[in-house]
Structures are given as C-alpha cells and as structure tokens.
C-alpha cells in the first residue's frame, strides 16, 4: 500500500470494537471487561479513604457501566 509496509497483529480494533483472528467478539469482552474492573478497583480504593456515601454512587455509576455500555 503505497510503499507502506503493514504489520500482522492479532487483534484489530474498528470503530472502537476489538477483533481476533476469528472476528469473534470474545477480545473485545475481555477488554471491556478488564476497563470495567479498573473502574470497580478505582471505587474501592475511594471507599477505603472514607469518600461520601454519595459521591462513591457518583464514581460507581460513571465508571463502572460506561465501558460495558459503549
């Protein structure tokens, strides 16, 4: 392509979806899964600190869901 040379991977992402080899969408799950987890972690590490009961919902609602829901 042009004198450009292309790189094999073994994932490619497409308007922000994860594929495999197999176009299967189980790398995309593991990924959302895994952003998902940061964000649950990043809520306990709050909680511990003695953070309002209120602004711990706040952290969980925008955290947590926003990757499984994008």
Same mark, same amino acid.
């Given at each position: &392509? /042009?004198?450009?040379? +292309?790189?094999?991977?073994? $994932? &490619?992402?497409? +308007?922000?979806? /994860?594929?495999?080899? =197999?176009?299967?969408? *189980?790398?995309?799950?593991?990924? $959302?899964?895994? *952003?998902? /987890? *940061?964000?649950? =972690?990043? $809520? /306990? %590490? &709050?909680?511990? =600190?003695? %953070?309002?009961?209120?602004?711990?919902?706040? +952290? %969980?609602?925008?955290?947590?869901? =926003?990757? %499984?829901?994008?």
């Amino acid at each position: &392509m /042009r004198n450009n040379v +292309l790189i094999r991977t073994n $994932v &490619m992402t497409f +308007l922000g979806e /994860r594929f495999d080899r =197999s176009l299967s969408f *189980k790398e995309h799950v593991d990924h $959302v899964i895994t *952003k998902a /987890r *940061k964000g649950l =972690s990043a $809520v /306990r %590490i &709050m909680a511990a =600190s003695n %953070i309002e009961q209120r602004l711990l919902i706040l +952290l %969980i609602y925008g955290l947590v869901p =926003s990757p %499984i829901e994008y």
